[in-house]
């Protein structure tokens, strides 16, 4: 008969190709690794990883299975769920991932739609990295709201809109220095915020391409921490207008266009295929997915009204 419990060991093996990745991931020593690694390739008679100096590569039969097994996994894992999802009975803890933005304006409809339709399950929000979307095969992550040009493989995902980069600064500030033309632009104090997803890479590879470097005076985790400094100091945050938008809701704060042209954000709702058949998964992602969209696209209408004057 074949050994069924292998299988888990050998998608995570396909995924890192790398042993000792794998044996932390699984909670094994790097040697019970090693040993379930020679069981695998007897039960399918191939080598499945090969050393190729400090790396291992895939055999044609170990990419072959990379594609299929996760689908087949989720399909196994069907068969012993009931027919008829009863979502007021469900116990799971979800798992989402993004930016403090997200976990500030749209997180709380979110648990309130959860508590209504399945009070007893939960949520468990993580703030998002960017080189995690590489790693999301080994992340216990649901869902993941962030943005990307292109999905990687194993991953699926919706697409929910677009939006242009704006500078935010206070209001103050902004009557002192208008930031028309791309010198004042990168002469000014720039503030960064490093956690929940790259925003700023467009920026940079626009100035690159301009032969120009902005001047960072601050790098912070969180939006939050950036507002407090763009109203306590003469900066500059560059940022997405649908949440620009937000923030001059809130705080004594003024947008304007860039002085430059920069490429226009994609947001997207990702998943990893392991979790695309499961029914309280769909579920759940069919929760989170209108809640976000619609946020992006109503506040992104306000920041173009605010942009434009009207």
């Given at each position: 008969m074949n050994n069924y419990k292998l299988l888990p060991a050998l998608i995570s093996l396909l995924q890192t190709r790398n042993l000792t990745e794998s044996a932390k991931a699984l909670h094994v020593t790097q040697s019970a690794m090693s040993k379930t690694l020679s069981q695998i390739r007897l039960a399918f008679h191939d080598n499945i990883l090969i050393r190729?100096?400090?790396?291992?590569?895939?055999?044609?039969?170990?990419?072959?299975?990379?594609?299929?097994?996760?689908?087949?996994?989720?399909?196994?894992?069907?068969?012993?769920?009931?027919?008829?999802?009863?979502?007021?009975?469900?116990?799971?803890?979800?798992?989402?991932?993004?930016?403090?933005?997200?976990?500030?304006?749209?997180?709380?409809?979110?648990?309130?739609?959860?508590?209504?339709?399945?009070?007893?399950?939960?949520?468990?929000?993580?703030?998002?990295?960017?080189?995690?979307?590489?790693?999301?095969?080994?992340?216990?992550?649901?869902?993941?709201?962030?943005?990307?040009?292109?999905?990687?493989?194993?991953?699926?995902?919706?697409?929910?809109?677009?939006?242009?980069?704006v500078m935010l600064m206070s209001r103050s500030y902004a009557g002192k220095n208008k930031l028309t033309t791309l010198d004042d632009y990168v002469a000014a104090r720039h503030i960064i915020i490093t956690?929940?997803?790259?925003?700023?890479?467009?920026?940079?590879?626009?100035?690159?391409?301009?032969?120009?470097?902005?001047?960072?005076?601050?790098?912070v985790p969180f939006f939050q921490s950036a507002i407090e400094l763009l109203l306590t100091t003469d900066t500059v945050l560059t940022i997405p207008l649908h949440i620009a938008a937000d923030f001059v809701g809130l705080y004594d704060l003024q947008l304007a266009a860039l002085p430059f042209e920069s490429k226009a954000h994609q947001y997207y709702l990702l998943w990893h295929a392991r979790h695309h058949q499961d029914p309280e998964h769909k579920w759940f992602r069919?929760?989170?997915?209108?809640?976000?969209k619609n946020h992006l696209l109503k506040t992104k209408a306000q920041g173009m009204k605010l942009l434009h004057g009207n």
């Open positions: 190729e100096a400090n790396q291992f590569v895939l055999t044609r039969r170990g990419e072959e299975l990379k594609q299929q097994l996760p689908l087949l996994l989720q399909q196994l894992d069907e068969l012993y769920r009931p027919a008829v999802m009863d979502f007021a009975q469900c116990q799971r803890n979800f798992s989402l991932a993004s930016s403090d933005y997200v976990a500030q304006f749209i997180l709380p409809g979110i648990f309130k739609t959860l508590a209504s339709q399945a009070p007893n399950a939960s949520v468990e929000y993580q703030l998002w990295q960017k080189d995690w979307l590489s790693q999301l095969s080994q992340r216990p992550l649901d869902l993941v709201s962030t943005i990307t040009e292109t999905i990687p493989e194993n991953l699926y995902g919706k697409k929910m809109a677009e939006d242009s980069l956690g929940g997803g790259d925003k700023d890479s467009p920026v940079d590879l626009a100035l690159l391409a301009l032969g120009k470097q902005r001047k960072i005076y601050a790098k069919e929760l989170c997915y209108p809640l976000l």
